[in-house]
Nanobody, 111 residues
Framework: VQLQASGGGTVQTGGSLRLSCVSS?????MGWYRQAPGKQRELVAS???????NYADSVKGRFTISRHNAKNTVYLQMNSLEPEDTAVYYC?????????WGQGTQVTVSS
């Protein structure tokens, strides 16, 4: 089973990026996590197969998670990006909690 993430990059404060992650199989739970230097990995947003979503307080109103079940793909639309959003973003999937991880994609927000 593989997860392939894409879409990271460098933007200025206030900019937008869209992350995508394709899985080789279906999972009930798909999500995005991030890890900044010197910090623990944290949940950014997750979405169930029935489209129930969960967001970190720090990204509510700015980020939107969605998924395309037929394509086993999860997306993260990130708007109004802030320097504090700079991190390596990981796609994580599982049945109840994330147990399979994709390679990280770097998101850098410059001030």
């Amino acid at each position: 089973v593989q997860l392939q993430a894409s879409g990271g990059g460098t933007v200025q404060t206030g900019g937008s990026l869209r992350l995508s992650c394709v899985s080789s199989r279906s999972f009930s739970l798909m999500g995005w996590y991030r890890q900044a230097p010197g910090k623990q990995r944290e949940l950014v947003a997750s979405i169930t197969i029935t489209s129930s979503t969960n967001y970190a307080d720090s990204v509510k109103g700015r980020f939107t998670i969605s998924r395309h079940n037929a394509k086993n793909t999860v997306y993260l639309q990130m708007n109004s990006l802030e320097p504090e959003d700079t991190a390596v973003y990981y796609c994580g999937c599982g049945n109840v909690v994330a147990t399979l991880w994709g390679q990280g994609t770097q998101v850098t927000v410059s001030s």
